[in-house]
């Protein structure tokens, strides 16, 4: 439990890792966007089968060469103590393994993986992609299951820049994993 402050400090309450830790284990993904809350629904199954499909084929690439781990949501991923998120999917490099604890991945992973939902799209595009800018993480990609798109961004200073988008059946090849071809095909339900 949270201990009582003894004092309500002026403004609005930014919320931290140990209230994070108190939030209720109910079912829903909260989150810690820079202290203010979010909370979201349980994905949809379609949503969760293109989260399933996509982690196979990353985990299958990643463990057969030895480049370190992919995990899938919900895992928690402390920015700051300010800003804990669950991206859908995310990479640690295997030189990198070391920001990854008992509490979850504390640091910025090497890729976050958003797969958004009707609900999600302003959260993923704006709000989650100024905060995984600015606390560093380099590589950012944003599925959508229902136009079938993927969309690949990379970290330039405090903010992403579109490098590319695929959409349908198309084979994709990466700069996070340049030996690996990606059959959205395999992706999509």
Not at 85 to 109: M, T
Not at 130 to 137: E, K, M, T, V
Not at 157 to 182: K, M, N
Request: zero cysteines; glycine letters at 6%; charged letters at 25%.
């Amino acid at each position: 439990m949270s201990r009582l402050p003894d004092r309500i400090p002026p403004g609005p309450i930014k919320l931290t890792y140990e209230d994070y830790v108190d939030l209720p284990d109910d079912g829903r993904r909260y989150e810690i966007l820079d202290g203010d809350l979010e909370v979201s629904p349980a994905p949809a199954p379609k949503h969760q089968a293109v989260s399933g499909n996509l982690f196979s084929i990353l985990h299958g690439h990643v463990q057969e060469r030895g480049l370190g781990s992919v995990y899938y949501a919900p895992i928690d991923v402390l920015l700051a103590d300010t800003s804990i998120v669950q991206p859908d999917l995310v990479f640690i490099d295997a030189a990198r393994a070391s920001i990854v604890s008992r509490r979850g991945i504390e640091g910025p992973p090497d890729l976050a993986i958003e797969i958004l939902s009707s609900w999600s799209v302003r959260r993923d595009r704006i709000a989650k992609a100024a905060l995984y800018a600015r606390y560093g993480i380099r590589h950012y990609w944003v599925l959508d299951p229902d136009a079938r798109t993927l969309e690949i961004y990379e970290a330039d200073g405090a903010q992403y820049r579109s490098v590319e988008r695929h959409e349908g059946h198309a084979t994709v090849r990466t700069a996070v994993f340049p030996d690996l071809e990606i059959d959205l095909g395999r992706v999509w339900i």
